[in-house]
């Protein structure tokens, strides 16, 4: 499961989210069709968009047109794009999807902000990283927007009408630059940082339901863990979409350890959406299966009186102590550069968020890679990267040797090894553009072309395990 999938969205296909919402209040808490999609994002708040989205204003925006007033065009560009919006999905793990649908109203509710809130942070740390716009020729120079104008639909079931908790950040692929102009989002940064944003919605919200509910969450893995006290068996039941893509890749000789596999296996099985689901049915449906599965009235009621009666108190203890052997071991010849020379912030923030299996606020996470980039040992490159110190000595003990063995390359081999190693070496320089980075590599590739010697020394350079038993 996706924990922040991005999808492309045309003129026309918008309309699927405004039919899932219920033609009213009364509709959607005692019988049919999903909540209705409600402004987010800081570009949405500097337009006055605020509260419960129409499907007149939705479409507006969609088109190009100011909300508030459709009779103006906020996109500078005449033409409308082929990528009229991107929808941003962050789905719950599938025993909070369970819990939500069978636990009392109280309970369900609290799950529901808890998910709504740490969808709110992560799209706050995609804000203040990924939503850019290009201006100048050729969309040369890249710069950071005002952020994104969007509509969250939050969903309460997937397609197979499994208990599957997910909102819908519809956003369109509109934003403001810092010349006032609404212009197409610069999606690269967006589908870079979608990882990243996940694993902290993911974090976000084990604190949450950890801290107002008392859950216990199990192991994380990619990012994502489960809550305790509610089995495999119950996952696995009310997981039909994954179990008929599993079977479509199966039948297709190929995995889902790829985004495209995925992909492909998620549009062969796709249903078409039903509306008008009577959810109170839905309900009873999901709470008898979860009672033939184990979860039943009184297991349930068992695991939430637990949960109220468990003490958070000593989290933040642990979770310092947790901070500084991570720190240590991130920085470390099995860390972050076990098997890449550099790393960036996104791979820190991924780490730190993983490791908080009991959760981890967004602003926490984020001041802990803060902490850890400012390491004496973490060194931060001339291409806006980190490396650590521990790898630039290793690389130096290795180039020595290689330069003193018998049949080392004379002289001109010393000066290619000095030169990349001149290159390689990380040297803080947060004023350097990308333009200049990206120079620098066509021209260390340049050097390593026209020098054999360099070329037959490069798996030697990147045999590191070798270097620390010199």
């Known amino acids: 499961m996706e924990m922040l999938s991005i999808g492309k969205i045309a003129l026309g296909q918008h309309r699927y989210y405004e039919r899932q919402v219920a033609g009213g209040g009364d509709d959607y808490y005692s019988g ?6 409600e402004w987010a994002g800081a570009g949405a708040e500097a337009l006055g968009l605020r509260g419960r989205v129409s499907a007149e204003q939705f479409g507006a925006l969609i088109a190009g047109l100011d909300p508030g007033d459709p009779s103006v065009r906020l996109r500078a560009s005449e033409r409308d794009p082929k990528v009229a919006a991107l929808d941003l999905t962050f789905s719950a793990p599938k025993s909070l999807s369970v819990l939500f649908a069978v636990a009392p109203e109280e309970v369900s509710g609290e799950l529901i902000a808890c998910h709504e809130e740490a969808v709110r942070a992560a799209l706050e740390y995609l804000e203040a990283e990924a939503v850019m716009v290009r201006r100048g020729e050729g969309g040369r120079h890249v710069e950071r927007a005002e952020g994104l104008i969007a509509a969250a639909y939050r969903h309460r079931m997937s397609r197979a009408l499994d208990p599957q908790l997910h909102t819908h950040v519809v956003a369109a692929n509109l934003a403001r630059g810092s010349d006032g102009r609404f212009t197409a989002l610069h999606g690269a940064p967006l589908y870079r940082a979608a990882k990243t944003a996940g694993f902290l919605y993911q974090a976000h919200l084990r604190a949450l339901v950890r801290e107002r509910l008392g859950l216990q969450w199990g192991e994380v893995h990619n990012g994502a863990s489960e809550i ?6 119950v996952i696995e039941s009310f997981s039909k979409r994954r179990a008929e893509m599993l079977r479509e890749a199966q039948e297709g000789g190929i995995g889902l350890g790829t985004k495209a596999a995925a992909e492909h296996a998620a549009l062969a099985t796709r249903d078409r959406k039903q509306y008008g689901i009577e959810t109170h ?3 009873e449906e999901v709470r008898s ?3 033939e599965l184990g979860l039943g009235s009184e297991e349930l009621a068992e695991l939430i009186r637990e949960g109220w009666e468990r003490p958070v108190g000593g989290l933040i203890e642990r979770g ?3 901070e500084r052997s991570l720190a240590d071991h991130l920085a470390g010849p099995d860390g972050l550069t076990a098997k890449s020379n550099t ?3 996104r791979a820190v923030l991924q780490e730190f968020a993983a490791s908080a299996v009991q959760g981890a606020v967004v602003s926490e996470v984020r001041e802990r890679a803060e902490r850890f980039a400012e390491r004496a040992d973490v060194i931060a490159t001339s291409r806006g990267e980190m490396t650590t110190a521990e790898l630039v000595d290793c690389e130096r003990r290795l180039i020595a040797a290689a330069v003193g063995r018998p049949g080392g390359g004379g ?3 010393r000066r290619c090894l000095a030169r990349r190693a001149r290159d390689r070496r990380c040297r803080a320089s947060a004023d350097r553009g990308a333009g200049d980075g990206r120079a620098r590599e066509r021209e260390r590739r340049a050097r390593g072309h026209r020098h054999p010697g360099a070329r037959r020394h ?3 350079l990147h045999s590191r395990g070798a270097a620390r038993g010199l």
């Open 32 to 37: 049919r069709g999903e909540a209705p999609g």
């Open 228 to 233: 305790e006290g509610v089995g495999r068996p």
């Open 281 to 283: 049915t839905w309900r």
């Open 289 to 291: 299966r979860a009672a």
């Open 320 to 322: 310092q102590a947790a």
């Open 343 to 345: 790393f960036d912030e």
């Open 411 to 413: 002289e001109r081999h």
């Open 458 to 460: 490069r798996q030697d």
